[in-house]
């Protein structure tokens, strides 16, 4: 699935995203609103991984919904 898909239907994937990634609160989630660029930026900001890092755990999950 390409990201314009998950974007587009983010209110169903925003539950598997706070799976993947528990440390995302629900306005968290609200404000990434299916924004890639805002999902990787929380990411960084709440787990101090880098920009590559954030990039390749989005891809990984992206790629298996």
């Known amino acids: 699935m390409n ?4 974007e587009g239907k983010w209110k169903q ?3 598997e995203a706070k ?5 995302l609160t629900d306005d ?21 991984k880098s920009k590559d890092e954030v990039e390749r755990e989005i891809d990984t999950w992206s790629s298996r919904h």
């Open 13 to 15: 994937y925003k539950g």
């Open 28 to 48: 968290d989630l609200d404000q990434i609103n299916g924004n890639r660029d805002k999902l990787a930026g929380k990411l960084q900001e709440q787990y101090g």
């Open 19 to 23: 799976v993947q990634w528990g440390k």
């Open 3 to 6: 990201w314009d898909q998950i």
